[in-house]
């Protein structure tokens, strides 16, 4: 991975962090629930829809006509 992209996900974490209660990172568990609850509710839905975006345009590609059928 490029530094760039370390850098967004740097960034992305540091979004996440400063959404959590304080008193929530303060232990382990607490740690892992806050985890948990953002990579639910933030990172987890947009992954979906990025793989959704993909499977669509993959589909659009494979039903186009091939060069060959447009010839006839």
């Given at each position: 991975?490029?530094?760039?992209?370390?850098?967004?996900?740097?960034a992305i974490a540091?979004?996440l962090y400063e959404?959590?209660?304080?008193?929530?990172?303060?232990?382990?568990?607490?740690?892992?629930?806050?985890?948990?609850?953002?990579?639910?509710?933030?990172?987890?839905?947009?992954?979906?829809?990025?793989?959704?975006?993909?499977?669509?345009?993959?589909?659009?590609?494979?039903?186009?006509?091939?060069?060959?059928?447009?010839?006839n």
């Amino acid at each position: 991975m490029d530094s760039a992209k370390k850098a967004q996900i740097q960034a992305i974490a540091a979004l996440l962090y400063e959404e959590t209660d304080p008193e929530q990172v303060q232990t382990l568990a607490g740690i892992e629930a806050a985890v948990r609850e953002h990579m639910l509710e933030h990172v987890s839905p947009e992954i979906g829809n990025f793989l959704s975006k993909q499977a669509v345009a993959q589909q659009a590609d494979a039903n186009a006509p091939s060069a060959a059928s447009l010839d006839n």
